[in-house]
């Protein structure tokens, strides 16, 4: 007898989305009666709601849960709340999957008797898939040690080393696995018996959370080599709002500090392991990043309060002990000198650096 699956979609504003979304996860080739839906419907204002009910009414396994808006994160856990499955997907309902991805997948992890299955995706838009995006890990089974030291570090962020070596000019050194929810199969046991719940102060960023913690509590992860979701590209989306609104991202960006300390005490106090420094990269990535997002013209703040929000990024103190602490190594002159500027303090001149690269019309990419 096939295991029940739950399927938590968060909804919020997504009325020209969600049909295709649900259709999707309705046709699986899964046993109907073990395949619980669970959409929560985060507040939408658009008609999302009155779709799900539409749905709800045809389909006895789904169940829709209106709430007041409260975010993403708290939509999430909602759906855990609500979950009975002994498995969970996290899909989003502006997304589809492959019919056979509960299938395949509840197979996989039942078999390979793991914890987790992470699988790959393809980038969708305008009706065509533009980008294939498979797992970049070198075996498919990982275990004990293997999963805090290979796997976790992979949806974290970027090391030190990583940094170094995009210095150097080492081709993808600073790939990140994605780190969404919707591609890993996850164990609902696991979850609840470590009480792990998304941080509901994060607006981006809660993905990395959640991910890095849950596979901090797996003793087996098996990795497939095969792509089963669909990531819908829209402009309307909170991500593609995020990346171009610099505040946005710099308030994004300190809460997510936040959050990882948090994650930081949690895995410490659970296994005795400290990952600070497999994301410490992207600390002091994210230090030049932001001195680039914030130097651009922005005609809703002036160049001081733009200086003032980086300040208040750089100076803090965990970001701070992390930059002291980053050695830089030989490689390219251009990439090295906002680091050099970073190991100095030199914060104020490498606003006006930047904000003189602006004038030229060159934009900063990893």
Wanted: proline share 2%; net charge neutral; glycine share 6%.
């Amino acid at each position: 007898m096939k295991a029940k699956v739950s399927v938590i979609i968060p909804a919020y504003n997504i009325r020209d989305y969600i049909e295709k979304s649900l259709n999707s996860v309705l046709e699986q080739d899964y046993n109907k009666e073990n395949l619980e839906i669970i959409v929560v419907d985060d507040g939408s204002t658009d008609g999302t709601a009155e779709v799900l009910d539409r749905y709800a009414e045809c389909n006895s396994n789904i169940k829709v849960i209106h709430k007041p808006n409260g975010g993403v994160s708290a939509a999430r856990n909602d759906g855990i709340k609500a979950s009975t499955g002994e498995y969970i997907f996290f899909f989003d309902g502006d997304d589809f999957q492959e019919s056979y991805t509960c299938k395949e997948l509840v197979d996989i992890i039942q078999n390979q008797n793991a914890d987790a299955v992470i699988y790959g995706y393809y980038r969708y838009e305008d009706g065509k898939v533009y980008e294939t995006s498979l797992p970049r890990f070198s075996k498919d089974i990982y275990e004990g040690e293997e999963v805090i030291k290979d796997v976790m570090p992979a949806f974290i962020g970027l090391s030190n080393e990583d940094v170094n070596n995009w210095i150097k000019g080492v081709p993808d050194s600073l790939y990140v696995e994605n780190p969404a929810l919707w591609r890993i199969l996850c164990k609902r046991s696991i979850i609840i018996d470590n009480d792990l719940k998304f941080d509901e102060t994060l607006k981006v960023g809660e993905d990395t959370c959640f991910i890095s913690e849950y596979l901090s509590c797996c003793n087996k992860v098996y990795v497939q080599q095969k792509c089963y979701y669909y990531l819908v590209t829209r402009e309307t989306s909170a991500i593609y709002r995020y990346e171009r609104e610099p505040f946005s991202k710099l308030e994004g960006k300190k809460k997510l500090n936040d959050a990882r300390q948090r994650l930081v005490e949690r895995v410490k106090k659970r296994t005795g392991v400290d990952i600070t420094y497999t994301f410490a990269g992207t600390i002091v990535m994210s230090a030049v990043e932001m001195a680039f997002q914030l130097s651009g013209k922005n005609a809703k703040a002036s160049r001081k309060k733009r200086y003032e929000g980086y300040k208040s990024f750089v100076e803090d103190p965990r970001v701070l002990k992390l930059i002291n602490d980053f050695s830089i190594e030989n490689g390219s002159l251009v990439k090295r000198i906002p680091f050099i500027f970073l190991k100095k303090r030199w914060f104020r001149l490498l606003f006006l650096a930047t904000t003189m690269l602006h004038m030229i019309g060159y934009q900063f990419k990893r």
